[in-house]
C-alpha cells in the first residue's frame, strides 16, 4: 500500500468482503475492541483503526443498523399480531375440562402448543415498560411462579389469570 502523503490519513476507497464482515461482527457482538478484531481478522490495531474509520465503513455500518433495526420492528410486530391468537389458546387450555375428548391433539401436541402461546406471551409482555402493550409487564411464568410459592387453590389461580388476561385485552 506505500506510506500516504505527509498531513493525509489513508482512506479505503471500496469495501471488500473482510471489511464486510468486521462490520457484521461489529453489529452482531456490539461493541468490539480494535484489539479484538485485530486479534480476529490477524491485522494490526492501526489497520482496523483505519478500517473502521474510514467513510464508507462509517456508511455501511449504519446501513447495516438500520436493516438490524427495521428486522426487530418487523419481529416485534408479528409477535404483537400472535398475541391475540396466544390468549385465546390459553384461555382454552384453562376452560377445558378433564372429561372431553383430546382427539385431534396428544398431550405433547397441547403442552408445545400451550408453551408457543406463554412464549408469545411473554415476549409481548416485556415491552409494557416502553409504552406498548403487554400483560401488566408480569412474566407470565413468573406469576405463575408468585402463585405456586403462595399456595394458591386452582380456582384461585384461574380467575387471577383470567383477570390478569382481561387487563392485557384492554
Same mark, same amino acid.
Given at each position: 500500500?506505500?506510506?500516504?502523503?505527509?498531513?493525509?490519513?489513508?482512506?479505503?476507497?471500496?469495501?471488500?468482503?473482510?471489511?464486510? &464482515?468486521?462490520?457484521?461482527?461489529?453489529?452482531?457482538?456490539?461493541?468490539?475492541?480494535? $484489539?479484538?478484531?485485530?486479534?480476529?481478522?490477524?491485522?494490526?490495531?492501526?489497520?482496523?483503526?483505519?478500517?473502521?474509520? &474510514?467513510?464508507?465503513?462509517?456508511?455501511?455500518?449504519? +446501513?447495516?443498523?438500520?436493516?438490524?433495526?427495521?428486522?426487530?420492528?418487523?419481529?416485534? +410486530?408479528?409477535?404483537?399480531? @400472535?398475541?391475540?391468537?396466544?390468549?385465546?389458546?390459553?384461555?382454552?387450555?384453562?376452560?377445558?375440562?378433564?372429561?372431553?375428548?383430546?382427539?385431534?391433539?396428544?398431550?405433547?401436541?397441547?403442552?408445545?402448543? @400451550?408453551?408457543?402461546?406463554?412464549?408469545?406471551?411473554?415476549?409481548?409482555?416485556?415491552?409494557?415498560?416502553?409504552?406498548?402493550?403487554?400483560?401488566?409487564? $408480569?412474566?407470565?411464568?413468573?406469576?405463575?411462579? @408468585?402463585? $405456586?410459592?403462595?399456595?394458591?387453590?386452582?380456582?384461585?389461580?384461574?380467575?387471577?389469570?383470567?383477570? @390478569?388476561?382481561?387487563?392485557?385485552?384492554?
Amino acid at each position: 500500500m506505500g506510506r500516504p502523503a505527509m498531513g493525509l490519513s489513508p482512506k479505503i476507497k471500496q469495501l471488500k468482503n473482510h471489511h464486510r &464482515s468486521m462490520a457484521r461482527d461489529i453489529i452482531a457482538m456490539g461493541e468490539i475492541r480494535n $484489539v479484538d478484531l485485530a486479534r480476529i481478522y490477524n491485522m494490526k490495531e492501526a489497520q482496523i483503526s483505519i478500517i473502521i474509520n &474510514s467513510p464508507c465503513f462509517i456508511a455501511y455500518l449504519a +446501513e447495516l443498523e438500520t436493516q438490524v433495526e427495521d428486522n426487530i420492528t418487523e419481529l416485534r +410486530e408479528d409477535i404483537r399480531l @400472535l398475541v391475540p391468537r396466544a390468549s385465546m389458546i390459553i384461555k382454552e387450555e384453562l376452560f377445558k375440562e378433564d372429561d372431553q375428548p383430546d382427539a385431534p391433539m396428544t398431550l405433547s401436541e397441547r403442552k408445545m402448543r @400451550l408453551s408457543t402461546a406463554f412464549d408469545i406471551w411473554d415476549r409481548d409482555s416485556g415491552r409494557k415498560k416502553h409504552g406498548e402493550s403487554g400483560a401488566k409487564n $408480569v412474566h407470565f411464568h413468573q406469576h405463575n411462579e @408468585l402463585h $405456586v410459592t403462595k399456595n394458591m387453590s386452582t380456582e384461585d389461580l384461574q380467575k387471577d389469570i383470567f383477570d @390478569l388476561i382481561a387487563e392485557e385485552e384492554d
